[in-house]
């Protein structure tokens, strides 16, 4: 079972969720979530790897290595301000606002996680925050998630969720995130909750793997952020029959949620699927995958409609992995627009390709060789609309 509309989000059991305004982002806008855990949950984090990683960042990365890890008690996240090269006073910012969690949840502050979304270099209103706090734990509810979601988001244009339940266990997603994405996550942030009886090896290797099927594999514009999180926690109130279903089950909420993001690249019309098979691996065919959905030109063609073969076996010469014109193989929609030297775009050909790409989710398939590697990305187009919404946000 599964679905996306934030107002009818099935309950968790031992998660309570918040949303408000603090006043960092104008007009009363919603700029601050709240997830709580009464009972405590395990957890799990992927981080970006960004080398100006943002104070919260830093803060759960020690929290993460800890041993034994602490158990999570509350995620408190604030949007409009990423609270990123901001040096000493934004670590301790972060650690304030998570020692007031702490003191209106009755917990530790190593048993709160801070997030963080928005402008870079500007100092975080911490005291905002922390004033808020209170009213913020006095409105948690455990059907909370359609303000949470809504109090994350910057330049989304709608809330991202997605749940599934599985042999008794529910899983839900929430994300955020519409522009700097790129492979290894960006600008982008997630908080996927379970009732599942899971312990920690089993959260990392679990997120670790979903991560990777998704939030890995979505481009926007290249460019990686110094904030990007996603976090994994499990309550234990539901015995888990079968861990490889709930595996299955939470990479499938993760890829909803990345797809989500993807189609929602600011301006973006349209998305490519780009998968790419014959690499010598796995690791080489993802890296040609990304470099053609990395491509200003093929992005271009995708935001015009214009099945431009050359722009893709540009790009795909260009990742550095051995390739050879005789034995390379370019489709789009399922039309043969290129193969093994010649090119093969009649009249025909070239309009049902045309009419594929005028669809929301434009199918681009390369072969590159007889190996085992295959892999699958999802690029956004790039159009007028993106330099609008770029030049009027100050990121």
Same mark, same amino acid.
């Given at each position: ?87 000493h006073s934004g670590m301790a910012a972060a650690e304030s606002v998570a020692t007031a969690a ?18 870079? !270099? ?155 098979? !014959? ?36 790009? *795909? ?15 789009? !929609? ?18 049902? *390709? ?14 590159? !060789? ?26």
């Amino acid at each position: 079972m599964s679905h996306s509309d934030s107002s009818s989000l099935p309950l968790v059991a031992g998660v309570e969720t918040a949303g408000a305004a603090c006043g960092i982002k104008p007009a009363g806008r919603p700029d601050l979530a709240l997830w709580h855990f009464p009972d405590g949950a395990r957890w799990a984090a992927t981080v970006t790897n960004h080398q100006l990683r943002a104070a919260p960042v830093r803060r759960l990365e020690a929290l993460r290595s800890a041993s034994p890890r602490p158990l999570l008690r509350a995620i408190v996240v604030n949007s409009g301000n990423a609270n990123a090269c901001t040096g000493h006073s934004g670590m301790a910012a972060a650690e304030s606002v998570a020692t007031a969690a702490a003191r209106e949840l009755g917990c530790d502050p190593s048993q709160v996680l801070t997030c963080s979304t928005g402008v870079i !270099g500007v100092p975080l209103p911490d005291d905002r925050i922390c004033a808020a706090l209170p009213d913020l734990v006095g409105a948690l509810d455990p059907a909370g998630w359609a303000r949470a979601s809504a109090a994350i988001m910057t330049t989304d244009n709608g809330p991202k969720t997605a749940w599934r339940e599985i042999g008794g266990v529910r899983i839900v997603g929430i994300a955020k995130g519409a522009g700097m994405i790129a492979p290894n996550m960006a600008t982008m942030l997630a908080y996927v909750c379970t009732d599942a009886d899971l312990d920690e090896a089993t959260l990392d290797d679990m997120l670790a793997a979903a991560v990777d099927a998704s939030f890995n594999r979505i481009i926007v514009d290249g460019d990686q952020s110094t904030n990007d999180t996603v976090v994994l926690a499990a309550t234990g109130k539901v015995a888990v029959r079968d861990r490889g279903a709930v595996a299955q089950a939470i990479r499938e909420v993760c890829l909803e949620l990345a797809l989500m993001i993807v189609r929602d690249g600011e301006g973006a019309r349209r998305i490519g699927r780009i998968t790419v098979e !014959g690499a010598p691996n796995d690791a080489d065919a993802l890296r040609i995958a990304r470099t053609i959905g990395l491509s200003p030109l093929v992005k271009t063609a995708l935001y015009g409609g214009d099945p431009n073969w050359g722009r893709i076996a540009a790009a *795909a010469g260009n990742a550095g992995v051995p390739l050879d014109e005789f034995d390379l193989v370019i489709e789009v !929609g399922g039309e043969v627009l290129y193969r093994n030297g010649d090119n093969c775009m009649t009249a025909d050909v070239e309009a049902r *390709a045309a009419a594929a790409m005028a669809q929301d989710e434009v199918p681009i398939r390369v072969v590159v !060789g007889n190996g085992s590697g295959t892999a699958t990305i999802w690029a956004s187009d790039l159009g007028h609309e993106y330099v609008t919404c770029n030049a009027d946000y100050r990121s």
